[in-house]
C-alpha cells in the first residue's frame, strides 16, 4: 500500500508539473527480485488513485529480469530469486546486480 | 518549424499571404491566396466569380490547446512524460536528513525489526537496565496500536515515544523524523527504534538508522530467514533470542545460523536470552562499541572543522 501511495505521489507531482488534467497510463519498472507482487500493487494503486487526477489509469507494469554477480565465477548470472544460488558454480555468494527495481518510468497523460 | 512533424511552415508565401490549391465538388482545381485572419471565420479571396464561398466557424476550434498544443490527426493530446524515479525516493530522502542529524550528534541509531512475538520489547527493556546510566537513551516505539510498549519501556526510566501506525505495517522515515524532534535525543546518545513486529516491509524502509538488527527466536522455524529473505539481507545483526527454551524446542540453532548466513554471509549473529540474560553482555559491547565509534567520527568531524577554522584564521592573520 505504501508502494502503491509512493507510485501515486510521483506520478501527481509530475501531473501536476505538466498541467495535465487526467493520467491515462503508469508505467512502473518492477525488478524480478525486488519481492513485490504486481496483483497487490495493482488492487492498492487502484484503491489509491480513486479520486485523484490518476483515478482510473491504466497501470503497466514492466518486469525487470533478475540477474546477479558471482564472486566465485566472476561473471553476470541469471538469478531467479534473490539470495538464490548461481546456476554456473552453487555457490550463494551472489550480489544481486539486476532485479530490484521500483521504479515509475513514465506516465501518459492529457 | 513544426512541432509535430518537423515541416518548414510558412515558406510558400505570395504577397504575405498563403497559397494553396484546392479540388471542389464538382472536380474544378484551382489556386487561390487567402489571408489570414484566424478568428474563426475565413474569406477566400478567388481570383474568378464561381463558388464564392466563406467559412464561418460557429464555434472555435482550437487545436493548440491541449497540453501538447499542437494536433496530430488520429492522435489525441496526450503525451508520454518520464519520470524514471525510485518508488521509494521520498522515503529514502527523510531517511536521509535522520542520519545527517544523527551523524552531526554523534546519535548511534538502531532499528529493531523482526516478527511479533520474538521477544523485542523484552529484549529492549534488558539492554536499557544493562546500559542506563552510562548513556542517554531514547526509544520509539512502532506498533499498530496502543501505547503498552512504551509504558513498558517508560517504566525504565528512559523516554519513550510510541508511534501507532493505524493500518500500516512499518515505521518510515518522516514518523522517526517527527519521532527526533519530540524526543530531542542528547549528543552523543542511543536512539533505538522498535519497527512494527513485520518481517516483510520494514526490510525496504530506511528510517536513517546505522544499523538494522533483526530478532529472531527459537520458537519459530530454523527456515525464516530464507522465508523472508529481505529483513536478514538489510540486517547487520541478528539476536537469535529465547535461547534459554533451546533444551525444550527441536531448533536447531547451527542450521539457524547457516540459513541466515547463506541470505547474508557478512551477518553478526549473537545468541541471547532475554529472561535470563544469556549473551546480552556481547550484545550490549556491540552496542558500546559502535557507540564509540560513532562519537570518534564526531569528534573526528568536529577537530577537522575546528583544524580548518583555525588554519583560515592564520591566513587571514597573515594578510
Known amino acids: 500500500m505504501s508502494l502503491a501511495e509512493g507510485v501515486l505521489q510521483l506520478v501527481e507531482e509530475t501531473a501536476r508539473r505538466e498541467q495535465a488534467h487526467r493520467v491515462k497510463l503508469v508505467v512502473l519498472e518492477i525488478g524480478q527480485l525486488a519481492s513485490v507482487e504486481a496483483e497487490a500493487l495493482r488492487f492498492c494503486f487502484e484503491a489509491v488513485s480513486r479520486d485523484s487526477m490518476a483515478q482510473g489509469a491504466a497501470l503497466e507494469i514492466v518486469s525487470v529480469p533478475g540477474s546477479g554477480w558471482c564472486m566465485l565465477c566472476a561473471d553476470t548470472v541469471p538469478m531467479q530469486e534473490r539470495y538464490g544460488v548461481c546456476p554456473t558454480c552453487g555457490s550463494y555468494g551472489l550480489t544481486a546486480t539486476t532485479g530490484m527495481e521500483m521504479r515509475v518510468r513514465e506516465i501518459e497523460i492529457e | ?319
Open chain 2, 1 to 319: 518549424m513544426c512541432t509535430v512533424c518537423g515541416c518548414g511552415a510558412g515558406e510558400t508565401k505570395i504577397d504575405g499571404a498563403h497559397e494553396h490549391t484546392h479540388v471542389h465538388e464538382d472536380g474544378t482545381v484551382h489556386s487561390h491566396a487567402h489571408d489570414h485572419v484566424h478568428d474563426g471565420q475565413h474569406t477566400h479571396a478567388h481570383g474568378d466569380d464561381h463558388h464564392h464561398h466563406e467559412h464561418r466557424g460557429a464555434h472555435d476550434l482550437d487545436y493548440g490547446s491541449g497540453p501538447a498544443h499542437a494536433h496530430v490527426p488520429g492522435l489525441s493530446q496526450a503525451r508520454m512524460v518520464q519520470i524514471e524515479q525510485d518508488i521509494l525516493a521520498k522515503n529514502n530522502g527523510y531517511a536521509m536528513a535522520n542520519r545527517q542529524h544523527f551523524d552531526a550528534h554523534g546519535i548511534f541509531a538502531l532499528n529493531l525489526v523482526s516478527s511479533p512475538g520474538s521477544g523485542k520489547t523484552t529484549l529492549l527493556v534488558k539492554t536499557i537496565e544493562l546500559l542506563k546510566g552510562t548513556v542517554a537513551i531514547n526509544v520509539v516505539e512502532g506498533d499498530q496500536q496502543t501505547a503498552n510498549d512504551a509504558e513498558r519501556i517508560r517504566a525504565t526510566g528512559v523516554q519513550a515515544l510510541q508511534i501507532n501506525t493505524g493500518k500500516g505495517c512499518h515505521l518510515d522515515g518522516h514518523m522517526v523524523g517527527h519521532a527526533v524532534q519530540r524526543l530531542q535525543p542528547a549528543d552523543e546518545s542511543l536512539f533505538l527504534i522498535e519497527n512494527v513486529g513485520n518481517l516483510v516491509c520494514p526490510a525496504a524502509f530506511d528510517l536513517g538508522e546505522h544499523h538494522k538488527v533483526a530478532i529472531l527466536s527459537v520458537t519459530e522455524g530454523e527456515d525464516k530467514q530464507l522465508k523472508y529473505p529481505d529483513m536478514f539481507a538489510a540486517a547487520d545483526v541478528m539476536l537469535l533470542n529465547k535461547c534459554d527454551l533451546l533444551p525444550y524446542l527441536e531448533f536447531d540453532p547451527d542450521l539457524a545460523e547457516a540459513n541466515a548466513r547463506r541470505v547474508n554471509p557478512h551477518l553478526t549473529i549473537i545468541r541471547v536470552s532475554a529472561s535470563n540474560g544469556d549473551g546480552l553482555r556481547a550484545w550490549v559491547r556491540w552496542i558500546q562499541s559502535g557507540l564509540e565509534a560513532q562519537c570518534a567520527r564526531r569528534a573526528a568531524s568536529v577537530d577537522a572543522l575546528k583544524r580548518r577554522v583555525a588554519e583560515l584564521e592564520r591566513q587571514l592573520a597573515e594578510k
